[in-house]
């Protein structure tokens, strides 16, 4: 358990658009920023970050919350895994000791799999560095591929040994079952006889955007042909291939700096091109190029550089995953290295100077190069040049913006010599199709239309008193702490000034009347309030978004955020009154509104009985007692400049 100084150390240390920043692309918009949601599949901002407020909130998909709230949702931690994750982050010391077996059971499956992953890359790292068998095999391997020991170090590079049960024997003896060693891949046969998945390898571990460790991949040594060159961890728990980009956690700043993420094939070419200083790049790790890939890179830019290695069998195998990318919106730009060159060997050969100079002056753009690799192809067969044709205007039928396609069909108009009219005509009949058949077709849950707030029901599906109610909490929310002045006479009758915390004057108002909250939700937030007024503390919002009650946390940041921004319009000598101006007259006019709403329900009421009384005295009863509510009604619509008609 942490302790409750060091959460509050945390929370407090940890800047929302910071964390925010490291997954998401993020624009300053006035006092917020926004960016692409990292919940669901958006192609315009409606992800906010508000620093002042320390909160985030789409407007899309209705997640919202604070920092730690954020690394829960994204990274599927717990709330103690996400109060470690900023702990690191921030270089705070939380104090942790080793799970004792037990412990260890007791953990969720996520947990125990990423506990486990992390055990193990510490074990492969000391067999690397601290065994006979590691530093003659597994580091001189590595040493001769170029690789610096602080390069090794920084991706956590290392070695299993050849004992087929090596690593299983030390996991078991650390109180770690046959299930998890199983589940996670690091282990393979039976829960009977278990033997290690990677012996007599050297080890890449794969990280998560947040540098966990969620698989690995192996390389072997010798020149066994029937055994596999490289072998992955199987998809678990915690790690999902097509979701995953080697190298991603050390790339992601860097990429979005510089707007560019460069694409190669394996964990030695990511490796080499960073220590080379060149660190906007990551792998697919032999992996066919998926969308959920895609949609990871197009967080932090728009903009992707492919690096192949000149086989032409693997360009023509991977052009389908360029397609994907420019259905995605993305630019996309494509590096042919020399003949018997991959980024790898490249980098070892020429100075860093040189391999940025390569990039950039040697980079074509896909379709150029897609057309010019065809047009090698098919030659001067007219049929070959046909298909050609059409595999060409199927491509920039991908591309989402009209004005690349259409500066896409004038240059491939002249690479082709075919008029362009004719690609404009084959173009439109392609996208007359393509609507054509989306209209028909449901679109999948992840591309559903979604309003620009959270769905509701018709107002008059509330029950009265409902939105005064959450006007009333989102007012304590945001003001609670702030003081209020009342000017009153002391028994002599002269003038005092008399302060009294927001908060405290809306309970004390309430509970003068007996009044209560009939939303559930509602009522346990304003008992909240009204519990730790009693002991001289106003709860802050940060109380209700560190709530266990995912509920509550959902409902304090929907009445914290705002869609709306009220811009700066003092520096254009235009003045508007904001809610703390006329905060005093926000109150009692929200209190009147709550009240009235109370009455009319109990004046509903009284008017439902008074049509089924069937007894004179009765009757007569409750139509006095309607007529002194009515009466309580009329003066206050009367404070709030309302007419009551009946």
Request: some cysteine; overall charge negative; proline content about 5%.
């Amino acid at each position: 358990m942490i302790p409750q100084q060091t959460v509050r150390s945390i929370l407090e240390t940890a800047r929302i658009e910071e964390v925010v920043a490291d997954f998401v692309k993020l624009k300053r918009r006035g006092s917020n920023l926004i960016g692409l949601c990292p919940f669901h599949n958006e192609k315009t901002p409606s992800f906010t970050v508000s620093p002042g407020k320390a909160l985030f909130k789409c407007f899309g998909c209705g997640k919202g919350g604070d920092v730690a709230s954020f690394v829960m949702e994204h990274e599927h931690m717990s709330y103690p895994e996400a109060l470690k994750y900023l702990a690191r982050r921030y270089n705070i010391e939380v104090e942790e000791r080793e799970a004792t077996p037990d412990e260890i059971l007791l953990q969720n499956l996520r947990e125990r799999l990423l506990n486990l992953n992390t055990f193990a890359q510490n074990y492969f790292v000391q067999q690397l560095f601290e065994t006979a068998e590691g530093q003659s095999v597994g580091l001189s391997y590595f040493k001769e591929r170029g690789f610096r020991e602080a390069t090794i170090k920084k991706f956590g590079l290392g070695y299993s040994p050849h004992q087929r049960d090596a690593f299983v024997r030390h996991a078991r003896q650390h109180g770690y079952q046959a299930d998890v060693l199983l589940q996670t891949g690091l282990a393979a046969g039976s829960e009977e006889r278990l033997f290690d998945r990677f012996h007599d390898r050297v080890i890449f571990p794969i990280h998560s955007l947040t540098g966990q460790v969620i698989g690995f991949g192996g390389r072997i040594l010798d020149s066994d042909k029937s055994k596999a060159k490289y072998l992955n961890s199987p998809e678990s728990e915690v790690y999902n291939k097509s979701k995953t980009l080697y190298g991603i956690f050390f790339a992601r700043q860097a990429i979005a700096r510089l707007d560019n993420c460069l694409l190669v094939e394996g964990y030695t070419d990511v490796i080499s091109m960073h220590q080379a200083g060149i660190e906007n790049v990551v792998a697919s790790s032999g992996t066919s190029l998926t969308t959920e890939q895609i949609r990871l890179i197009k967080r932090y830019t728009k903009n992707i550089t492919i690096l192949y290695d000149g086989d032409p069998a693997g360009i023509k195998a991977s052009l389908r995953g360029v397609d994907m990318i420019l259905e995605e919106g993305m630019n996309v730009r494509v590096l042919l290295f020399p003949e018997g060159d991959d980024p790898d060997s490249f980098v070892q050969k020429h100075p860093v100077s040189q391999v940025e100079a390569f990039i950039k002056n040697k980079a074509t753009d896909f379709i150029t190069f897609k057309t010019k690799l065809l047009l090698d192809e098919s030659g001067r067969d007219p049929i070959r040049r046909a298909a050609l044709v059409t595999e060409i205007v199927e491509t920039i039928a991908l591309i989402p913006d009209s004005i690349y396609r259409s500066v896409y069909i004038k240059e491939c108009s002249r690479m082709l010599e075919v008029e362009e009219v004719v690609l404009v005509n084959a173009l439109n009949k392609l996208l007359r199709k393509k609507i054509g058949k989306k209209l028909q077709e449901p679109l999948p849950e992840e591309e559903q239309p979604r309003p620009a707030q959270p769905q509701q029901p018709p107002e008059e599906e509330f029950p009265p008193g409902y939105f005064q109610e959450r006007e009333l909490i989102k007012i304590m929310l945001q003001y609670g702490n702030t003081d209020l002045s009342f000017e009153l006479q002391d028994e002599e009758g002269n003038p005092v000034i008399y302060r009294e915390p927001v908060a405290q004057h809306i309970l004390s108002d309430l509970q003068a009347d007996r009044l209560s909250f009939n939303n559930p939700l509602h009522n346990a937030m304003l008992e909240t309030f009204s519990r730790s007024a009693q002991d001289g503390v106003i709860p802050t919002s940060q109380h209700f978004l560190q709530n266990p009650d995912p509920e509550i946390v959902k409902l304090a940041v929907d009445l914290i955020t705002s869609p709306y921004e009220l811009h700066n319009w003092e520096r254009k000598k235009i003045y508007v009154k904001t809610e703390p101006d006329v905060l005093k007259q926000a109150i009692e006019g929200s209190l009147y509104r709550y009240k009235d709403s109370v009455l009319k329900a109990k004046s509903d009421e009284l008017t439902e009985k008074l049509r089924e009384a069937t007894d004179v005295d009765e009757q007569t009863a409750l139509q006095i007692e309607k007529m002194g509510i009515d009466r309580m009604r009329m003066i206050i619509n009367q404070k709030l400049g309302i007419v009551i008609t009946r």
